[in-house]
């Protein structure tokens, strides 16, 4: 659903679009893995969050589109984005997940919005430059 509300200026009018159902949802999330995680690449985080779904909600959950935009292997976090109707199915997969193909595997959900720009920035981990 959107609403045009148009504001009259001197010389035009600008439009402004609100849009209220999301289309997509952007979860944050660190993964603790077992070991050393050396081994783990963009497909085996994949493989970990499908496999988290299925274990959950069986394989009609499984079908969504993810897209795992972003994936830190120093620090273990990634971005993934999730279409809204199975938003809380994965977020619930991602939260419950604690192991995978015999290793402890723990997957902290560290942010979630419907906004890409929101996970751009961190107030809790700002650090303030020293003056020069």
Excluded at 19 to 41: M, Q, R, T, V
Excluded at 52 to 75: E, N, Y
């Amino acid at each position: 659903m959107s609403v045009e509300i148009s504001e009259p200026t001197n010389s035009c009018y600008y439009k402004r679009v609100v849009k209220k159902n999301a289309e997509n949802f952007y979860i944050k999330f660190k993964l603790k893995y077992e070991g050393k995680p050396s081994d783990i690449d963009i497909l085996a985080i994949k493989s970990i969050i499908n496999n988290a779904i299925v274990q959950l909600h069986g394989h009609s959950v499984s079908a969504l589109t993810l897209d795992l935009m972003r994936f830190d292997k120093k620090h273990m976090e990634g971005i993934l984005r999730v279409p809204s109707c199975g938003f809380v199915q994965v977020w619930s997969s991602l939260t419950l997940l604690n192991q995978h193909e015999g290793k402890a595997c723990v997957c902290h959900v560290l942010q979630v919005t419907p906004h890409l720009l929101a996970l751009a920035g961190n107030s809790r981990e700002f650090v303030i430059p020293p003056p020069l």
